[in-house]
């Protein structure tokens, strides 16, 4: 995006001290947002909230210091979009995991200052051609994202085609925790999932949820708000949900993590992902001209 486009961004949506846009990682051009109680940042490259920061709080989301920011590429840490499938395409493994919106930009849709004093950008993404070679429905998405006491992050799906479509998905997030061999993740107890790194064998959570390996779980049939108790940070991380049938615990450990280019070696230890999705079992059709709303509320208590 050229010097010349951000200036005219700035000049439609650009609010004094709450709302601006500018250039980061990568000279990607990042919306920075200041709210009363948080301050907050978006990138235009796959509609990735990149970073949650409470007032006197450390940041709440988790970017790798080795992630990539380039076009087509989709930055390793935030909230990254997964749409219109979760994971590998169902049936194409030539086509891209986790879909097609997270490596696009996005456009400024608009701005505004909520009552609560919570600062909101909306972003949009309408199909193309190139979106339709890769799959083949109308759409147009919009992600809504409110600083504030909390964090409120939603992806409203719109089928604008004549035809009903199916799409899976996910809001990715990565979470900075302290010490990922010292939290617990609550609000899974008695769950089904499927364990992604057993044959994807069905499993029962016993408990809370600890990670001390690889850990990759889809669980099924929940619509709880989960809960990341930090100990070490003396902090708890609220994620509600809405609108998600499935929630997805995913930490890469060791190994895995020295195979990701864009994942330092040992910062397995300072995040885990605790996202919101409706995958695998939970699909989601649309009929035409009807929405759909996955959202996410992110907030965080002193343990
Ligand atoms: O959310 C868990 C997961 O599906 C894992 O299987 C792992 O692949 C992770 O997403 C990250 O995927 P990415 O394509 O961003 O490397």
Redesign the pocket.
């Known amino acids: 995006m050229t010097t010349d486009q951000i200036a005219a961004l700035n000049a439609r949506y650009a609010i004094p001290g709450r709302v601006a846009l500018e250039r980061g990682p990568g000279d990607l051009p990042f919306v920075r947002l200041h709210g009363d109680h948080a301050d907050g940042t978006i990138a235009l490259q796959g509609a990735t909230t990149t970073g949650y920061e409470p007032s006197g709080s450390a940041p709440v989301l988790w970017i790798s210091r080795a992630s990539h920011y380039a076009p087509d590429r ?1 930055i390793r840490g935030g909230i ?1 979009l997964c749409w219109p499938w979760f ?1 590998p395409h169902p049936s194409d493994p030539s086509k891209p ?2 879909g097609f919106v997270r490596t696009r930009p996005w456009t400024v849709l608009g701005a505004s200052v909520a009552a609560d004093g919570a600062t909101e950008v909306r972003l949009g993404l309408d199909d193309s051609a190139e979106t339709r070679a890769l799959w083949p429905h109308a759409f147009r998405l919009a992600l809504t994202v409110q600083v504030g006491a909390s964090l409120h992050v939603a992806l409203d799906t719109h089928n604008t085609g004549d035809e009903p479509f199916t799409f899976t998905g ?1 809001l ?1 997030s990565y979470f900075d925790v302290a010490d990922a061999t010292a939290i617990t993740i609550d609000g899974l107890d008695r769950c089904s999932y499927v364990d ?1 790194v057993d044959a994807r064998r069905v499993k029962l959570q016993q408990g809370p949820v600890t990670i001390s390996a690889e850990t ?1 779980r889809v669980y099924q049939d929940t619509t709880a708000t989960c809960t990341i108790d930090d100990p070490t940070r003396g902090r708890r991380i609220k994620i509600a949900k809405e609108g998600s049938r499935s929630t ?1 615990v ?1 930490n890469p450990w060791r190994d895995k993590a020295q195979r ?1 280019a864009d994942f330092g070696d040992d910062e397995y230890l300072r995040m885990v ?1 605790v ?1 919101v999705a409706n995958a695998l079992d939970h699909a989601v059709t649309l009929a035409p001209g009807a929405q759909h709303r996955l959202a996410t509320t992110i907030s965080v208590e002193a343990a």
């Open positions: 989709a990254p994971g995991q986790h996910a990715h992604q990759d997805v995913w990701m992902c996202e």
